[in-house]
């Protein structure tokens, strides 16, 4: 069985900085792609950033520049550094991940998302 484990969330001045992680465990055979996204209080869950299996990098305008996201493939980590945090980046943030099970084909995975909140 695989899971995704987020971490690292909590409350934060405007300006500071927060770093996610999200764990993958369980019977994995590869994560390809893994993903952050961002779900404000009544609104539709949004893309934040996404890295690739070789690295490659994609961001939404609203955090280019000050997140990054990266992952340490030999801990099956995916993380997500937020820099000079804003009030509007307040959310719940979930992992996800594309992951092919040992013996199983890929499908994707959440986590239990983690809570973001900064104070003005």
């Known amino acids: 069985q695989v899971q995704l484990v987020e971490s690292g969330g909590g409350l934060v001045q405007a300006g500071g900085s927060l770093t996610l992680s999200c764990a993958a465990s369980?019977?994995?055979?590869?994560?390809?792609?893994m993903r952050w996204y961002g779900q404000a209080p009544g609104k539709q869950r949004e893309l934040v950033a996404v890295?690739?299996?070789?690295?490659?990098?994609n961001y939404a305008d609203s955090v280019k520049g000050r997140f990054a996201i990266s992952r340490d493939n030999a801990k099956n980590t995916l993380y997500l550094q937020m820099n000079s945090l804003k009030p509007e980046d307040t959310a719940v943030y979930y992992c996800?991940?594309?992951?092919?099970?040992?013996?199983?084909?890929?499908?994707?995975?959440w986590g239990q998302g983690t809570q973001v909140t900064v104070s003005s």
């Open positions: 890295i690739t299996s070789d690295g490659s990098t």
């Open positions: 369980g019977s994995i055979f590869r994560i390809n792609a």
């Open positions: 996800n991940a594309d992951i092919v099970p040992i013996g199983s084909g890929q499908r994707g995975y």
